[in-house]
Every structure is written in C-alpha cells, then in structure tokens.
C-alpha cells in the first residue's frame, strides 16, 4: 500500500457526460501527479500540482482540468467524454516535487466510457 | 525529447532463476532519474527502485537492482530469484528534469512471465 489513496476504484459512464476522480496523497506529501493509461498511448503524465498550484502541464485535453485543495487533496474533472477517455487514471504523491522525489502511485481509477 | 525504450514486450524466466529487463533512455541534461515501477494484474503501480545521474554506484532494493550504464544510457533491472508473485508488467520511467519540473517519461512497458 502507497499510501495514496484514489476513489472511486471504477466509474462507467455514458459518452458526453462529466466525473470527477479524487486522489488524497500520501501523510506528509505536497506534489500530486495525475497520469493517464491507456492501451494505445501508455502511461502518459497529465498535470502536477505543488501546495495547491499548478506546477506542470502535460498532454492534458482542454476538457479536463484539476485543482489541488488547501487539505493537498486533488480532483480530476473530466468532462464532455468520448469513447477514446476510458482509462486507467493514476494519481501519484511526492512529498516535494523536486526531481529527487519519488513519486508513489495511487491504484487507480479505472474509467469507461461507453 | 527525453525518450525512454523498453525493446521486450514480454519476457518469460524460471522460478528461482535471474532475469534482465532492458530499458534504454535518451536526454541531452546531465541531471536525470530513472525509475523502475511493477504493475500486477490488479493495476497499481507499485515503485521498485531509483537510480539518480550523479549516484555513483548501482542501485539496489532486495532483490532487485539496476544495472546503470551511464554511457550506453541503459538502466536495466535485474531481478534474482525469480518469484511467481513477480509476475506483472514492468516500466521504467525517466524524469524530465528541464524547467524545473518532475513528470515522469514512462517507457511501454515489459511483460514478466514467472514459471514454475
């Protein structure tokens, strides 16, 4: 166990709809990191936040967004979906954001979209 | 661009006995980390070991370690004495480093066959 702790562990929805992923780090960490997993494109990094501000941004569609909230909980909103979102989405912790960190991983949310 | 490569697909290795999962990587900082992480079935990500640029010896946790070529820019892991619980897929990941930021480069991953 990480320590990183993601809900819901599934969520099947319908094709224009919106959710909302949560990702609570582990005891201790500033930096959280949302991931994506898919079959054709990998393990791709979305976006980080550090204390509550957004530090780095990957191949994050427009339709989603993130914050990261004073508890250093963090939401992934993902909205009008297709087909292509479903997913495994992945939070990650550090306990810094520095490039010593280690980022450990949350067990997902495993997202489909039918 | 930073660029990690996993050449196996899939690799199958007896219980008890040694096995060697590749990972090359490209980048053009001198400052970097490299990172091994193991996803079972289940599908989390579990983290196995890190090896930094500037460590000066390979790394090791247990029953895993790193082979680090510095100069081939390869960061192998090698795992002893296979178990049958380390049946999963592998990934090595990278660092990007520049501007600050600590995302990680995921390579596409080797699948581990253990056998009895």
């Known amino acids: 166990d990480s320590g990183v702790t993601q809900t819901p562990k599934h969520l099947i929805t319908a094709t224009g709809q919106r959710v909302t992923l949560r990702c609570s780090p582990r005891?201790?960490?500033?930096?959280v990191y949302w991931y994506q997993q898919s079959l054709d494109q990998g393990l791709q990094f979305l976006i980080q936040?550090?204390?509550?501000?957004?530090?780095a941004k990957g191949n994050i569609l427009e339709r989603f967004s993130a914050q990261q909230f004073p508890d250093l909980h963090s939401e992934l909103n993902l909205s009008s979906l297709e087909l292509g979102d479903s997913a495994l989405y992945f939070c990650?912790?550090?306990?810094?954001?520095?490039?010593?960190?280690?980022?450990?991983f949350g067990p997902g949310t495993r997202l489909t979209v039918l | 661009a930073q660029k990690i490569t996993q050449t196996q697909p899939g690799m199958f290795v007896q219980e008890k006995e040694a096995v060697t999962l590749d990972c090359t990587y490209d980048?053009?900082?001198?400052?970097?980390?490299l990172f091994w992480y193991k996803q079972p079935s289940s599908g989390e990500m579990i983290f196995l070991i890190y090896q930094g640029s500037y460590d000066q010896q390979n790394a090791t946790e247990g029953r895993y370690s790193l082979n680090f070529q510095k100069a081939r820019k390869s960061a192998n892991l090698v795992i002893s004495a296979s178990q049958l619980g380390d049946s999963a897929m592998y990934f090595c990941a990278m660092r990007e480093a520049s501007g600050g930021y600590n995302k990680l480069i995921f390579g596409a991953g080797t699948r581990l066959a253990v056998h009895p």
């Open positions: 005891s201790g960490d500033l930096s």
């Open positions: 980048t053009s900082d001198p400052s970097y980390g």
């Open positions: 990650a912790s550090s306990s810094s954001g520095r490039r010593t960190d280690t980022q450990y």
């Open positions: 936040y550090y204390n509550g501000e957004e530090r």
